[in-house]
């Protein structure tokens, strides 16, 4: 009997996580859609076929909530810049992930894509724990981008990879800013070559 208790407990603790983790998957994905005002718990938890009482199970409040899909989205995001730094050709990551970044399909998925470039300029009014998720990711971004520099561990290399974030970043929120495609993907082209030395460029 103890042990048929045992079993049971940890089934309900794991479907509890699972669920816990599909609300976060949603909203992950609702806020980058959406934004972070036109995300609603009854909407989100619709969608992650819960109902809506069931939302306090999982979070203390709203703002919980959407401090952790900022986490998800960003660590997703970085995540998704190192694999495809660490399977570029040797000296060439630094040019993957810039063309992954500024590309027609990145700009078109914000929906899944890099969560700073669709939700930085709502970022200055969310709550504390919210934007330092957001924060976390792009220190997280910005070392990565370092590390792919010959010169990493010195300063003119994590300057340099400031600046490049921040033309990533500033660049994908303006090519869905405007409604002109051909200077939407004008922006894209320009950035990819003004920011990816000669000696990077990929094949």
């Known amino acids: 009997m103890m042990i048929i208790m045992k079993k049971s407990h940890s089934d309900k603790i794991s479907k509890k996580k699972l669920s816990h983790d599909r609300i ?77 970044y500024l590309s027609e399909a990145h700009m078109q998925s914000i929906e899944f894509g890099c969560p700073i470039a669709a939700l930085g300029s709502e970022m200055p009014r969310q709550a504390d724990e919210v934007r330092h998720a957001a924060t976390r990711h792009i220190k997280a971004m910005i070392d990565l981008v370092a590390r792919q520099s010959p010169d990493w561990g010195q300063p003119a290399a994590h300057e340099e990879a400031l600046f490049t974030v921040a033309a990533m970043v500033g660049t994908l929120l303006l090519a869905r800013a405007v409604d002109d495609p051909k200077l939407s993907s004008n922006l894209l082209k320009a950035s990819l070559k003004h920011l990816t030395p000669d000696s990077l460029t990929m094949p």
């Not at 995300?39 to 401090?67: C, N, P, V, W």
């Not at 998704?80 to 992954?100: C, F, N, T």
């Open 24 to 100: 976060v998957e949603v909203t992950s994905h609702a806020i980058r859609k959406s934004g972070y005002d036109g995300t609603g718990i009854a909407d989100i938890m619709k969608q992650a076929g819960l109902t809506h009482g069931g939302f306090y199970a999982h979070f203390d409040s709203r703002e919980a909530l959407l401090a952790e899909a900022a986490d998800h989205a960003g660590a997703d995001s970085v995540a998704l810049a190192a694999s495809i730094a660490a399977s570029a050709p040797s000296g060439q990551a630094l040019a993957a992930m810039l063309q992954a």
